[in-house]
């Protein structure tokens, strides 16, 4: 059995700094409320609708679909759609207040979970019910649940929840914990409202740090930056901050305008990390903590960020999509994603592969060729031995994935035994 690493690099988009946004609203709900917001497998952007209990799906073009949830009465009407995430297997997955996970296919199709979540009873309110997720570097969802829970589901809906290590506060008005992304370091961080951010192993393991943020500031959501941070916002404290993986907390405010509660955070198509204020601005923040805030355009309240397929930064409103790019961009592009690769661990000269959609995997070495065709979701492919020796090498080899709109994307892979 050999570990298998996949190092892939892209470019990096570079604009002049007039951007300009570009806003969508036929096709949402009134009153829907999304909260979140990002880019799925398909070459769209998926959305998910708070109060209309839906998931929402939008073309670069602006085209919008709604897809309605199931109900369940039995569980009372907290059903409401919190965070959304691309999972591995190349469908869009959710969380609802009512204590389900659910997953949803490119094509509409839902299925949802409930068994091995505890944090819903009849009379729950809203502020003890699974909030955001993400997907986990061990091939897995990973959510949080403002009780002080952080669960964990496989692809198949079967849960596992943590709790040593987190800490809770009864019958608080914040709840605890509120967003959730993956690390450069193989764990996952999150962040408590009441003041922390908190690091969980893929085996569970909790550790808390609350040193040099700001009392009553109210960390909302967190992501992986460019420069190998963490990177979160402060809600009430009208700053972001960046937390290194050892724990070292500095915040930002220069250039943040006042009350703005920053929420959503995410990477940009930049290079840069971004965010939304909920005041009617998006910030963009440098690894080096140089603000911009951009309003042109932007009409209501923005809750979450994404880049999208485009390379453009897509970000939600309550009861709107916009599209923010450097002036001059094209305003409508075809999808044209390129392919998401995940491996998984060689034994012998077999290999786990997931692909996010349809693709080919080629390689080559001197006369040798591969060309395999990949089905979306798990595949097991049988490497030739020249292809194994080869990613053994020092510089390991070379693999070309190309989507069915004919994109390519490239990484190497390397093979340690």
Known sequence: MAAVALLASAAVAR?????????????????????????????????AEYANQ?????????????????????????GFVGGIAAGPDGNLWFVRRNGLVGRITPQGAITEFRDGITGFTADATTTELPNDITAGPDGALWFTEPDGVIGRTTTSGAVTEFRDGIQTYFMSELGTLAGIAPGPD???????????????????????????????????????????????????????????????VTEYAAGITANSAPSGIGRGPDGNVWFAERQGRIGRI????????????????????????????????SERVGRLAPAGTPGAVAPATLPRLVLGRLRGLSLTVTASQLSTLTARSGRHRLRVALRAGRNTVRLPAWLVTAARGRRGITLTVTNRAGRTGRATLRIRT
């Open 286 to 317: 440098t690894p080096q903590g140089a603000v911009s805030e951009f309003a042109s355009g932007v009409t209501s309240n923005p809750t979450a960020v994404a880049t999208g397929p485009d390379r453009a930064l897509w970000y939600s409103e």
């Open 15 to 47: 604009g002049d700094d007039t951007w300009r946004a570009t806003e969508f609203s036929a096709g949402i709900s009134p009153g829907c409320s999304i909260t979140d917001i990002v880019s799925g497998p398909d070459g769209n952007l998926w959305f």
């Open 54 to 78: 839906a998931v929402g799906r939008i073309t670069p073009a602006g085209v919008v679909t709604e897809f309605r949830l199931p109900a369940h009465p039995e569980v009372g009407g907290y």
């Open 186 to 248: 193989g764990n996952l961080w999150f962040t408590d409202p009441q003041g922390l951010v908190g690091r969980i192993t893929p085996s569970g393991a909790v550790t808390e740090f609350s040193a040099g943020i700001s009392a009553n500031s109210v960390p909302a959501y967190i992501t992986a930056g460019p420069d190998g941070n963490l990177w979160f916002t402060e809600l009430y404290g009208g700053r972001v901050a960046r937390i290194t993986t050892q724990g070292a």
